[in-house]
């Protein structure tokens, strides 16, 4: 009956990131001791003022549908949020929380894409992005980026890619998968080629906005000319380390926000009441409170980077952001290793997962096929450990 499935869910391919989570839970389910460095997903609990918040929340019966669009109090909350960390002025009407990022990614693509219009995608991009763009019939347009410039798209790239039919641009800064983080004047550099083009929108996907080592994260929506053209997407996945409570939010030009809140109002309604109490507080609180863990990434991500340069073949950037390293790993291409010929990046992903337990996923599905993506949220026992592992199956 398969075959009667929708071309639609047909031509879909499944989250590499979450497949290969689910990959490594059914191995450690058979009893093999797999390390987990696929899933983009912080190893921390969540703070406990947050817990306590929603346990409040609990008691004084937030139980109810929610409104479409996120309650009143935490869209004042994300609108101080913005004005605080990001220099961004969003009104409430401006402002959409739903049921995580993913799904603010989705409904501005529903909201703003017809059949045919073009996304530019710097590639490399977060593994939905292109599905995303396909299911709301958007055209991914990959514009290639290199290791020896940070991963980073330059304006000219830019410019080079955009046709009559170019309708948006998608990325994240700082990046999934590459960690990398545009500057100031990258952005305004990029900036400098959109306000040419008053029909293209940038989704600017903040989600790991705060996992930044190099400090001074900017909205390209703060950047002169920039504002009407921009949905800024955030969420509290990752610096809160809240990925299951299902919390993301936008702000963009009233149109976009009224086209998201319809689609949602059709689709899921209003995201989690007891999830949305509890961002209330998490906005609310200063940053320092989170410090903590962001400390933590940045020791880690040294620790890899140390590591890992020492395994030859390995070619490393030093990503200044989120959680991941994304290593060019095209000197195996061609080589057997254990009897196991290494072609391209896939094969090499499912090489260390069979031979070192050790679970990454393939630069494949983030548009690059000469990488893997590692995830460095967590422990540093299991890092060193994996690493070691990878090293001596190498
Ligand atoms: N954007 C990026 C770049 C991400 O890495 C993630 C992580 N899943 C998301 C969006 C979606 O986050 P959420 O958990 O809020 O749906
Ligand atoms: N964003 C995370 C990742 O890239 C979570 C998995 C997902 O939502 O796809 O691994």
Redesign the pocket.
């Known amino acids: 009956m398969s075959n009667h499935l929708s071309d639609r869910i047909k031509n879909m391919s499944t989250s590499a990131?979450l497949a290969m989570a689910a990959k490594a839970r059914e191995l450690r389910s058979e009893g093999k001791d797999i390390i987990g460095l696929s899933l983009?997903e912080p190893d921390f609990n969540i703070p406990d003022f947050i817990k306590d918040a929603a346990k409040n929340a609990i008691d004084e019966n937030y139980s109810s549908y929610t409104p479409v669009d996120g309650y009143a109090e935490l869209k004042t909350a994300i609108s101080n949020k913005f004005k605080r960390d990001n220099g961004l002025d969003y009104g409430l009407n401006q402002i959409v929380v739903s049921?995580?990022?993913?799904?603010?990614?989705f409904n501005v693509a529903m909201v703003v894409l017809n059949p045919g219009d073009e996304v530019i995608l710097p590639a490399p991009y977060?593994v939905?992005y292109s599905d995303i763009v396909k299911l709301a019939e958007g055209i991914p347009v990959e514009v290639h980026t290199q290791i020896d410039t940070d991963f980073k798209m330059t304006p000219a790239q830019l410019e080079a890619a955009i046709t009559p039919k170019t309708k948006m641009i998608w990325f994240?800064s700082p990046?999934?998968p590459s960690g990398s983080v545009y500057s100031k004047s990258e952005l305004e550099g990029l900036a400098e080629v959109l306000k040419k083009h008053p029909n293209i929108y940038v989704v600017s996907?903040e989600?790991?906005e705060h996992i930044n080592f190099a400090g001074g994260h900017v909205s390209i929506a703060s950047i002169d000319g920039m504002y009407d053209k921009t949905i800024t997407?955030n969420?509290?996945?990752?610096a809160f380390a809240m990925?299951g409570w299902?919390?993301?939010y936008i702000g963009a030009p009233e149109w976009i926000a009224k086209g998201c809140t319809k689609l949602q109002g059709q689709v899921t309604s209003g995201a989690n009441a007891i999830a949305q109490r509890a961002v209330i507080t998490a906005l609310e609180a200063p940053v320092s409170k989170i410090q903590y863990m962001i400390d933590k990434f940045h020791e880690r991500r040294d620790l890899v980077l140390g590591l890992l340069g020492e395994i030859e073949g390995f070619n490393l950037n030093v990503p200044e952001g989120?959680f991941y390293v994304f290593p060019d790993i095209s000197a195996f291409f061609g080589k057997t290793l254990n009897g196991v010929t290494i072609n391209n990046a896939s094969d090499f992903s499912l090489y260390l997962l069979e031979h070192a337990n050790v679970a990454t996923v393939t630069g494949e599905a983030f548009g690059n096929p000469n990488c893997i993506r590692i995830s460095y949220a967590a422990s540093e026992k299991e890092l060193k450990e994996a690493i070691a592992r990878i090293k001596s199956v190498l």
Request: glycine share 14%; with cysteine; aromatic share 8%.
């Open positions: 990131t983009g049921t995580g990022a993913k799904q603010s990614l977060w939905s994240s990046c999934n996907d989600i790991y997407v969420g509290v996945s990752k990925t299902r919390i993301g989120a």
